[in-house]
RNA sequence: UCCUCGGUAGCUCAAAGGAAGAGCACCUGACUGUUAAUCAGGUUGUUGCAGGUUCGAGUCCUGCCCGAGGAGCCA
Protein backbone atom coordinates (compact mmCIF):
# COMPACT_ATOMS: atom_id res chain seq x y z
CA UNK A 1 0.00 0.00 0.00
CA UNK A 2 1.64 3.61 -1.00
CA UNK A 3 2.36 6.00 1.76
CA UNK A 4 1.03 9.16 1.44
CA UNK A 5 1.36 12.59 3.13
CA UNK A 6 -1.79 14.02 3.91
CA UNK A 7 -0.63 17.48 1.89
CA UNK A 8 -1.10 15.68 -1.05
CA UNK A 9 -4.06 13.35 -0.08
CA UNK A 10 -6.41 15.22 -2.78
CA UNK A 11 -4.86 12.47 -5.28
CA UNK A 12 -6.01 9.72 -3.83
CA UNK A 13 -9.58 9.82 -3.72
CA UNK A 14 -11.47 6.57 -3.64
CA UNK A 15 -7.62 4.88 -2.86
CA UNK A 16 -6.60 2.64 -0.11
CA UNK A 17 -3.65 4.45 1.37
CA UNK A 18 -1.08 4.65 4.02
CA UNK A 19 -0.66 7.58 6.91
CA UNK A 20 2.10 7.42 8.68
CA UNK A 21 1.70 10.03 11.43
CA UNK A 22 0.61 11.36 15.25
CA UNK A 23 -2.77 11.06 16.96
CA UNK A 24 -3.66 15.25 17.36
CA UNK A 25 -6.58 14.15 19.44
CA UNK A 26 -9.82 12.00 19.43
CA UNK A 27 -13.53 11.99 19.78
CA UNK A 28 -16.16 8.87 19.96
CA UNK A 29 -19.39 8.63 19.71
CA UNK A 30 -21.25 5.23 20.12
CA UNK A 31 -19.58 2.94 18.33
CA UNK A 32 -17.97 5.68 15.99
CA UNK A 33 -14.24 6.71 16.85
CA UNK A 34 -12.86 9.92 15.16
CA UNK A 35 -8.94 10.13 15.25
CA UNK A 36 -7.35 13.47 14.13
CA UNK A 37 -4.00 12.26 12.55
CA UNK A 38 -1.74 14.70 11.82
CA UNK A 39 1.88 13.83 9.85
CA UNK A 40 3.63 17.17 9.86
CA UNK A 41 2.01 18.20 5.89
CA UNK A 42 -1.46 18.67 7.53
CA UNK A 43 -4.41 17.02 9.30
CA UNK A 44 -6.88 14.99 8.60
CA UNK A 45 -9.51 13.12 10.22
CA UNK A 46 -9.86 9.45 10.22
CA UNK A 47 -13.17 7.96 11.19
CA UNK A 48 -13.01 4.23 12.73
CA UNK A 49 -16.45 2.26 13.23
CA UNK A 50 -17.11 -1.73 13.54
CA UNK A 51 -18.19 -1.86 10.12
CA UNK A 52 -15.20 -0.80 8.02
CA UNK A 53 -12.65 -1.18 10.86
CA UNK A 54 -10.70 -4.13 11.40
CA UNK A 55 -11.67 -5.83 14.82
CA UNK A 56 -8.09 -5.68 16.18
CA UNK A 57 -7.26 -2.08 15.30
CA UNK A 58 -10.84 -0.58 16.39
CA UNK A 59 -10.31 -2.14 20.43
CA UNK A 60 -7.21 -0.14 20.83
CA UNK A 61 -8.77 2.99 19.80
CA UNK A 62 -10.00 3.80 23.14
CA UNK A 63 -6.22 2.96 24.70
CA UNK A 64 -4.61 5.45 22.11
CA UNK A 65 -3.15 8.92 23.61
CA UNK A 66 -2.40 12.00 22.51
CA UNK A 67 0.66 12.00 20.14
CA UNK A 68 0.75 8.47 20.09
CA UNK A 69 2.74 7.54 16.68
CA UNK A 70 0.47 5.19 14.21
CA UNK A 71 0.52 4.12 10.80
CA UNK A 72 -2.81 3.79 9.48
CA UNK A 73 -4.55 2.34 6.20
CA UNK A 74 -7.75 3.31 5.10
CA UNK A 75 -9.30 4.59 2.24
CA UNK A 76 -9.51 8.26 1.06
CA UNK A 77 -12.97 10.20 0.40
CA UNK A 78 -13.95 13.68 0.09
CA UNK A 79 -16.29 15.15 2.81
CA UNK A 80 -17.94 17.89 3.02
CA UNK A 81 -17.86 18.75 6.51
CA UNK A 82 -14.40 18.51 6.62
CA UNK A 83 -11.91 21.55 6.67
CA UNK A 84 -9.92 20.35 4.35
CA UNK A 85 -12.40 18.61 2.08
CA UNK A 86 -11.14 14.87 2.64
CA UNK A 87 -11.23 12.29 5.39
CA UNK A 88 -10.19 8.72 6.30
CA UNK A 89 -12.21 5.90 6.51
CA UNK A 90 -10.37 3.95 8.63
CA UNK A 91 -8.66 0.12 7.51
CA UNK A 92 -6.21 -1.01 10.18
CA UNK A 93 -3.89 1.14 12.24
CA UNK A 94 -0.57 -0.35 13.67
CA UNK A 95 0.97 1.81 17.15
CA UNK A 96 4.53 2.79 17.07
CA UNK A 97 4.58 4.26 20.28
CA UNK A 98 1.51 5.26 22.90
CA UNK A 99 2.16 6.93 26.13
CA UNK A 100 -0.45 9.17 28.30
CA UNK A 101 0.68 12.28 29.70
CA UNK A 102 1.65 14.64 26.76
CA UNK A 103 1.66 17.58 28.41
CA UNK A 104 0.39 20.14 26.05
CA UNK A 105 -3.44 19.43 26.16
CA UNK A 106 -6.32 20.78 23.48
CA UNK A 107 -7.42 23.66 26.11
CA UNK A 108 -5.27 26.64 27.20
CA UNK A 109 -1.72 27.10 28.50
CA UNK A 110 0.48 30.08 29.71
CA UNK A 111 3.40 30.96 28.06
CA UNK A 112 5.77 30.34 30.12
CA UNK A 113 4.99 26.40 30.35
CA UNK A 114 4.68 26.66 26.22
CA UNK A 115 8.10 27.76 26.28
CA UNK A 116 9.44 24.94 28.69
CA UNK A 117 7.63 22.55 26.44
CA UNK A 118 8.67 24.24 23.00
CA UNK A 119 10.17 20.55 21.75
CA UNK A 120 6.48 19.40 22.03
CA UNK A 121 4.95 22.78 21.43
CA UNK A 122 6.09 23.02 17.71
CA UNK A 123 3.74 19.94 17.08
CA UNK A 124 0.83 22.57 17.77
CA UNK A 125 -1.37 23.65 15.08
CA UNK A 126 -0.69 27.28 15.55
CA UNK A 127 2.78 26.93 15.76
CA UNK A 128 2.80 24.36 13.30
CA UNK A 129 1.26 26.82 10.95
CA UNK A 130 3.61 29.78 12.23
CA UNK A 131 6.48 27.23 11.27
CA UNK A 132 5.64 26.53 8.13
CA UNK A 133 5.05 30.17 6.98
CA UNK A 134 8.47 30.66 8.67
CA UNK A 135 10.06 28.21 5.74
CA UNK A 136 7.89 29.86 2.73
CA UNK A 137 9.30 33.30 3.83
CA UNK A 138 12.74 32.22 3.91
CA UNK A 139 12.66 30.19 0.39
CA UNK A 140 10.06 33.09 -0.65
CA UNK A 141 13.10 35.88 -0.22
CA UNK A 142 16.06 33.56 -1.32
CA UNK A 143 14.36 32.63 -4.92
CA UNK A 144 14.05 36.38 -5.31
CA UNK A 145 17.62 37.29 -4.78
CA UNK A 146 18.25 34.23 -6.93
CA UNK A 147 16.16 34.84 -9.56
CA UNK A 148 17.95 38.19 -9.51
CA UNK A 149 21.35 37.10 -10.04
CA UNK A 150 21.98 37.44 -6.21
CA UNK A 151 24.57 34.38 -5.21
CA UNK A 152 24.90 33.10 -1.48
CA UNK A 153 27.93 33.80 0.04
CA UNK A 154 27.58 33.22 3.71
CA UNK A 155 29.45 35.34 6.49
CA UNK A 156 31.12 34.05 9.43
CA UNK A 157 29.51 33.92 13.02
CA UNK A 158 32.98 34.01 14.73
CA UNK A 159 34.00 37.86 14.30
CA UNK A 160 37.08 39.49 15.69
CA UNK A 161 35.52 42.59 16.36
CA UNK A 162 31.74 44.53 16.15
CA UNK A 163 30.24 44.88 13.42
CA UNK A 164 28.50 47.99 14.90
CA UNK A 165 29.47 49.42 17.93
CA UNK A 166 26.61 50.65 20.33
CA UNK A 167 25.22 47.23 20.61
CA UNK A 168 26.63 44.58 23.10
CA UNK A 169 28.22 41.66 22.03
CA UNK A 170 28.08 38.02 23.35
CA UNK A 171 31.93 36.95 23.64
CA UNK A 172 33.39 33.46 23.08
CA UNK A 173 36.65 31.90 23.52
CA UNK A 174 38.28 31.49 20.35
CA UNK A 175 41.25 29.03 21.83
CA UNK A 176 42.49 31.53 23.96
CA UNK A 177 41.66 34.57 21.89
CA UNK A 178 38.95 36.92 22.22
CA UNK A 179 36.12 36.42 19.74
CA UNK A 180 32.40 37.59 19.16
CA UNK A 181 29.12 35.63 17.67
CA UNK A 182 28.55 37.63 14.87
CA UNK A 183 25.82 40.71 15.21
CA UNK A 184 25.54 41.37 11.10
CA UNK A 185 27.09 39.55 8.11
CA UNK A 186 26.91 42.47 6.54
CA UNK A 187 30.66 44.47 6.46
CA UNK A 188 31.44 40.86 5.46
CA UNK A 189 28.86 41.17 2.58
CA UNK A 190 31.17 44.37 1.11
CA UNK A 191 34.13 42.18 0.68
CA UNK A 192 31.85 39.33 -1.23
CA UNK A 193 29.87 41.63 -3.27
CA UNK A 194 33.10 43.63 -4.52
CA UNK A 195 34.45 39.83 -5.80
CA UNK A 196 30.72 38.98 -6.84
CA UNK A 197 28.68 41.85 -7.86
CA UNK A 198 25.47 40.90 -5.70
CA UNK A 199 25.46 39.00 -2.69
CA UNK A 200 23.40 38.09 0.16
CA UNK A 201 24.26 36.01 3.60
CA UNK A 202 21.74 34.45 5.58
CA UNK A 203 22.03 33.75 8.97
CA UNK A 204 21.80 34.26 12.78
CA UNK A 205 22.71 37.21 14.45
CA UNK A 206 23.46 37.46 18.27
CA UNK A 207 22.75 40.69 20.39
CA UNK A 208 23.53 40.38 23.47
CA UNK A 209 20.99 43.42 24.60
CA UNK A 210 19.08 43.26 28.22
CA UNK A 211 15.73 43.57 25.15
CA UNK A 212 12.32 42.04 26.82
CA UNK A 213 10.11 43.27 24.59
CA UNK A 214 7.51 41.43 21.64
CA UNK A 215 10.05 42.28 19.23
CA UNK A 216 13.21 41.31 20.05
CA UNK A 217 15.28 37.86 20.32
CA UNK A 218 19.30 37.53 21.32
CA UNK A 219 19.09 35.18 18.48
CA UNK A 220 17.27 35.75 14.93
CA UNK A 221 18.35 35.43 11.23
CA UNK A 222 18.63 38.23 9.35
CA UNK A 223 19.23 38.28 5.48
CA UNK A 224 21.09 40.50 3.85
CA UNK A 225 22.07 41.60 0.32
CA UNK A 226 24.43 43.51 -0.75
CA UNK A 227 25.17 45.30 -4.34
CA UNK A 228 28.64 46.86 -5.97
CA UNK A 229 27.55 50.10 -8.00
CA UNK A 230 24.27 50.43 -6.23
CA UNK A 231 22.95 53.55 -4.84
CA UNK A 232 20.41 54.01 -2.04
CA UNK A 233 17.41 53.95 -4.52
CA UNK A 234 18.29 50.65 -5.89
CA UNK A 235 18.30 48.96 -2.88
CA UNK A 236 14.85 50.21 -1.83
CA UNK A 237 13.76 48.84 -5.04
CA UNK A 238 15.20 45.66 -4.34
CA UNK A 239 13.65 45.47 -0.65
CA UNK A 240 10.20 46.92 -1.17
CA UNK A 241 9.86 44.00 -4.49
CA UNK A 242 11.33 41.56 -2.30
CA UNK A 243 8.91 42.03 0.84
CA UNK A 244 6.04 42.57 -2.03
CA UNK A 245 6.90 39.04 -3.96
CA UNK A 246 7.02 37.20 -0.47
CA UNK A 247 3.61 38.66 0.81
CA UNK A 248 2.34 37.00 -2.19
CA UNK A 249 3.75 33.74 -2.35
CA UNK A 250 2.32 32.78 1.15
CA UNK A 251 -1.21 34.49 0.30
CA UNK A 252 -0.84 31.83 -2.14
CA UNK A 253 0.70 28.75 -1.13
CA UNK A 254 -0.22 28.91 2.77
CA UNK A 255 -3.20 30.41 2.72
CA UNK A 256 -4.05 27.30 4.77
CA UNK A 257 -1.69 28.27 7.42
CA UNK A 258 -2.83 31.99 7.31
CA UNK A 259 -6.25 30.53 8.20
CA UNK A 260 -5.31 28.41 10.77
CA UNK A 261 -3.79 31.25 12.56
CA UNK A 262 -7.12 33.11 11.73
CA UNK A 263 -4.84 36.15 9.99
CA UNK A 264 -7.57 38.81 8.35
CA UNK A 265 -5.47 39.01 4.60
CA UNK A 266 -8.39 41.45 3.05
CA UNK A 267 -4.83 43.80 4.30
CA UNK A 268 -2.58 42.03 1.95
CA UNK A 269 -4.38 42.89 -1.02
CA UNK A 270 -4.21 46.58 -0.50
CA UNK A 271 0.05 45.97 -1.00
CA UNK A 272 1.28 47.51 -4.03
CA UNK A 273 4.82 48.35 -4.80
CA UNK A 274 6.24 50.90 -4.61
CA UNK A 275 5.56 51.49 -1.00
CA UNK A 276 5.39 55.13 0.08
CA UNK A 277 8.47 56.65 1.09
CA UNK A 278 8.92 59.71 3.37
CA UNK A 279 11.52 61.48 4.86
CA UNK A 280 12.87 61.37 8.58
CA UNK A 281 12.19 65.03 8.95
CA UNK A 282 8.51 64.31 7.78
CA UNK A 283 8.22 60.87 9.62
CA UNK A 284 9.13 62.89 13.09
CA UNK A 285 6.39 65.38 12.26
CA UNK A 286 3.82 62.97 11.92
CA UNK A 287 5.08 61.26 14.78
CA UNK A 288 4.30 64.67 16.84
CA UNK A 289 0.89 65.17 14.43
CA UNK A 290 -0.15 61.84 15.84
CA UNK A 291 0.24 62.80 19.67
CA UNK A 292 3.83 61.08 20.11
CA UNK A 293 6.52 63.64 21.27
CA UNK A 294 9.92 63.64 19.72
CA UNK A 295 12.57 65.53 18.66
CA UNK A 296 14.91 66.05 15.26
CA UNK A 297 17.85 63.84 15.54
CA UNK A 298 15.99 61.36 17.75
CA UNK A 299 15.24 57.71 16.93
CA UNK A 300 11.95 56.20 16.84
CA UNK A 301 11.32 54.76 19.94
CA UNK A 302 8.71 52.45 20.42
CA UNK A 303 5.75 54.10 20.52
CA UNK A 304 6.52 56.33 17.75
CA UNK A 305 7.06 53.69 15.64
CA UNK A 306 3.81 51.96 16.68
CA UNK A 307 1.57 55.14 15.99
CA UNK A 308 3.92 55.64 12.79
CA UNK A 309 3.57 52.30 11.01
CA UNK A 310 -0.15 51.94 12.61
CA UNK A 311 -1.25 54.94 10.51
CA UNK A 312 -0.60 52.80 7.57
CA UNK A 313 -1.88 50.08 6.01
CA UNK A 314 1.23 48.96 3.70
CA UNK A 315 4.52 48.26 3.89
CA UNK A 316 6.53 52.42 3.84
CA UNK A 317 9.80 53.46 4.49
CA UNK A 318 11.73 56.05 6.14
CA UNK A 319 14.70 57.74 4.75
CA UNK A 320 17.71 60.17 5.27
CA UNK A 321 18.10 59.23 8.72
CA UNK A 322 20.59 62.04 10.79
CA UNK A 323 23.93 60.18 11.13
CA UNK A 324 23.28 60.24 15.10
CA UNK A 325 20.84 57.01 14.75
CA UNK A 326 22.85 55.14 12.44
CA UNK A 327 25.82 52.56 11.96
CA UNK A 328 29.69 54.31 11.23
CA UNK A 329 29.66 53.23 7.83
CA UNK A 330 26.19 54.79 6.48
CA UNK A 331 27.38 56.82 3.42
CA UNK A 332 26.34 60.67 3.95
CA UNK A 333 24.02 62.43 1.76
CA UNK A 334 26.34 65.08 0.88
CA UNK A 335 30.02 66.10 2.82
CA UNK A 336 28.10 69.19 5.21
CA UNK A 337 25.21 67.05 5.89
CA UNK A 338 23.85 65.19 8.53
CA UNK A 339 21.15 63.03 6.39
CA UNK A 340 22.40 59.67 5.64
CA UNK A 341 21.94 57.95 2.58
CA UNK A 342 19.55 55.24 4.88
CA UNK A 343 16.52 53.64 4.65
CA UNK A 344 14.08 51.77 7.30
CA UNK A 345 10.85 49.49 5.85
CA UNK A 346 8.01 49.27 8.42
CA UNK A 347 5.28 46.96 8.78
CA UNK A 348 2.39 48.03 8.95
CA UNK A 349 -0.54 47.40 11.83
CA UNK A 350 2.17 48.72 14.12
CA UNK A 351 4.82 46.07 13.64
CA UNK A 352 7.19 48.39 13.10
CA UNK A 353 11.06 47.87 11.85
CA UNK A 354 11.30 44.83 9.54
CA UNK A 355 14.26 46.30 7.16
CA UNK A 356 17.56 48.43 7.89
CA UNK A 357 19.49 49.89 5.49
CA UNK A 358 21.57 52.29 2.88
CA UNK A 359 24.30 53.30 0.81
CA UNK A 360 27.93 52.69 2.77
CA UNK A 361 30.63 55.10 2.90
CA UNK A 362 32.83 53.99 0.16
CA UNK A 363 35.66 56.84 0.42
CA UNK A 364 38.76 55.29 2.92
CA UNK A 365 38.94 58.63 4.82
CA UNK A 366 35.39 59.17 5.55
CA UNK A 367 35.62 56.24 6.98
CA UNK A 368 38.61 56.26 8.92
CA UNK A 369 36.67 59.76 10.36
CA UNK A 370 33.58 57.62 11.54
CA UNK A 371 35.65 54.85 13.41
CA UNK A 372 37.69 57.28 15.20
CA UNK A 373 34.38 59.49 16.29
CA UNK A 374 32.82 56.83 17.35
CA UNK A 375 36.02 55.06 19.49
CA UNK A 376 35.80 52.11 17.50
CA UNK A 377 39.27 49.94 17.48
CA UNK A 378 40.65 50.78 14.09
CA UNK A 379 42.88 47.82 13.68
CA UNK A 380 39.92 45.18 13.74
CA UNK A 381 38.47 47.13 10.91
CA UNK A 382 41.70 46.95 8.68
CA UNK A 383 40.55 44.87 5.95
CA UNK A 384 37.52 46.40 5.81
CA UNK A 385 39.34 49.51 5.28
CA UNK A 386 41.04 47.62 2.61
CA UNK A 387 38.14 47.22 0.36
CA UNK A 388 38.10 51.06 -0.12
CA UNK A 389 41.64 50.70 -0.91
CA UNK A 390 41.09 48.52 -3.28
CA UNK A 391 39.20 49.21 -6.51
CA UNK A 392 36.34 51.09 -4.06
CA UNK A 393 32.79 51.93 -5.42
CA UNK A 394 29.43 53.18 -4.68
CA UNK A 395 27.53 50.02 -2.92
CA UNK A 396 24.65 49.50 -0.76
CA UNK A 397 22.69 46.83 0.87
CA UNK A 398 20.05 46.47 3.40
CA UNK A 399 19.28 43.71 6.74
CA UNK A 400 15.74 41.95 6.68
CA UNK A 401 14.70 40.34 10.31
CA UNK A 402 13.53 37.39 8.94
CA UNK A 403 11.55 36.72 12.58
CA UNK A 404 9.74 40.12 12.47
CA UNK A 405 8.57 39.68 8.85
CA UNK A 406 7.27 36.33 9.77
CA UNK A 407 5.09 38.11 12.92
CA UNK A 408 3.80 40.53 10.78
CA UNK A 409 2.77 38.53 7.83
CA UNK A 410 1.33 35.87 10.31
CA UNK A 411 -0.72 38.66 12.41
CA UNK A 412 0.96 37.47 16.09
CA UNK A 413 2.00 39.47 18.75
CA UNK A 414 5.04 38.12 19.84
CA UNK A 415 8.43 37.44 17.77
CA UNK A 416 9.12 34.30 19.98
CA UNK A 417 6.62 32.04 18.42
CA UNK A 418 8.49 32.66 14.51
CA UNK A 419 11.65 30.71 15.72
CA UNK A 420 11.47 27.48 16.37
CA UNK A 421 14.05 27.76 19.23
CA UNK A 422 13.86 31.09 20.50
CA UNK A 423 16.70 32.81 22.50
CA UNK A 424 15.76 35.24 24.95
CA UNK A 425 16.46 37.36 28.17
CA UNK A 426 16.83 34.46 30.62
CA UNK A 427 15.42 31.36 28.56
CA UNK A 428 18.27 29.30 26.69
CA UNK A 429 15.62 26.20 27.55
CA UNK A 430 14.95 23.61 25.45
C1' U B 1 18.61 47.81 34.50
C1' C B 2 13.77 50.32 35.79
C1' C B 3 8.18 50.26 36.36
C1' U B 4 3.66 47.19 36.84
C1' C B 5 1.32 42.47 37.59
C1' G B 6 1.73 37.42 38.92
C1' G B 7 3.56 32.29 41.23
C1' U B 8 -2.31 27.36 44.65
C1' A B 9 -3.34 19.77 41.54
C1' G B 10 0.20 17.60 35.31
C1' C B 11 -2.35 22.27 32.79
C1' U B 12 -5.77 26.85 33.22
C1' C B 13 -7.59 29.23 37.35
C1' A B 14 -10.92 30.24 42.10
C1' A B 15 -10.68 30.56 47.42
C1' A B 16 -11.44 39.16 50.19
C1' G B 17 -7.32 36.07 58.31
C1' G B 18 -11.23 30.70 60.11
C1' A B 19 -12.35 22.85 57.04
C1' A B 20 -7.60 23.96 50.07
C1' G B 21 -11.72 23.99 45.40
C1' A B 22 -13.48 23.90 39.95
C1' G B 23 -12.69 22.88 34.72
C1' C B 24 -9.35 20.19 31.57
C1' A B 25 -5.92 15.98 31.39
C1' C B 26 -6.18 10.77 33.40
C1' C B 27 -9.47 6.24 35.02
C1' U B 28 -14.80 3.78 34.76
C1' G B 29 -19.40 3.93 32.13
C1' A B 30 -23.26 5.97 28.21
C1' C B 31 -23.99 7.63 23.16
C1' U B 32 -23.09 5.51 15.25
C1' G B 33 -21.03 12.28 12.52
C1' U B 34 -17.86 14.18 16.48
C1' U B 35 -15.18 19.31 15.43
C1' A B 36 -11.20 22.12 22.24
C1' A B 37 -17.65 16.58 21.27
C1' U B 38 -21.19 15.90 25.21
C1' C B 39 -23.27 13.48 29.72
C1' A B 40 -22.70 10.56 34.70
C1' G B 41 -19.10 8.96 38.40
C1' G B 42 -13.86 8.67 40.30
C1' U B 43 -8.23 9.87 41.36
C1' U B 44 -5.01 14.27 41.86
C1' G B 45 -1.66 19.27 46.81
C1' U B 46 5.77 20.84 50.15
C1' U B 47 -0.18 27.10 48.04
C1' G B 48 7.76 29.50 44.53
C1' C B 49 11.75 29.73 48.81
C1' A B 50 13.23 31.69 53.77
C1' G B 51 11.79 34.37 57.91
C1' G B 52 8.09 37.35 60.68
C1' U B 53 3.01 39.09 62.71
C1' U B 54 -1.35 36.24 64.66
C1' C B 55 -5.09 31.78 68.82
C1' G B 56 -5.02 30.76 63.49
C1' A B 57 -1.61 32.73 57.09
C1' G B 58 -2.73 30.49 50.26
C1' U B 59 -4.42 35.40 52.15
C1' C B 60 -0.88 40.44 56.07
C1' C B 61 4.73 42.15 56.54
C1' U B 62 10.27 41.67 55.05
C1' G B 63 13.98 39.51 51.91
C1' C B 64 15.10 36.36 47.86
C1' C B 65 14.00 33.27 43.35
C1' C B 66 11.16 32.61 38.88
C1' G B 67 7.73 34.35 35.06
C1' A B 68 4.67 37.91 32.23
C1' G B 69 3.53 42.92 30.23
C1' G B 70 5.85 47.55 29.28
C1' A B 71 10.25 51.04 29.04
C1' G B 72 15.22 51.86 27.38
C1' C B 73 18.12 49.54 23.23
C1' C B 74 17.56 47.31 18.45
C1' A B 75 16.44 43.61 13.15
Not at 166 to 177: A, H
Not at 202 to 212: D, L, M, T, V
Not at 300 to 319: K, Y
Not at 346 to 367: C, M, N, S, T
Request: glycine share 8%; proline share 4%.
Amino acid sequence: MKWVYIEDISKYVGMEVELRGWLHNKRSSGGIRFLLIRDGTGVIQGVASKKDTEKESFSLIDDLNQEASIVVKGKVREEKRSPIGFELTINSIQVIQNKEGYPISPKSHGVDFLLQNRHLWVRSSKQWAILRIRAEVIKAVEDYLWNKGFLRMDAPIFTPSACEGTTTLFGVDYFGESTYLSQSGQLYNEATCMGFGRVYCFGPSFRAEKSKTRRHLTEFWQLEPEMAYAHLEDVMELAEGMVGYTVNRVLKKRESELNTLERDTKLFLSIKTPFPQIRYEEAVRRVNELGESMELGEDFGAPQETVLSGSFNTPFMITHFPESVKAFYMRKESLNSDSTLSFDMLAPEGYGEIIGGGEREFDRKELEKNIKSRNLPMDAFKWYLDLRKFGSVPHAGFGLGIERMVAWICGIKHIRETIPFPRMLGRVYP
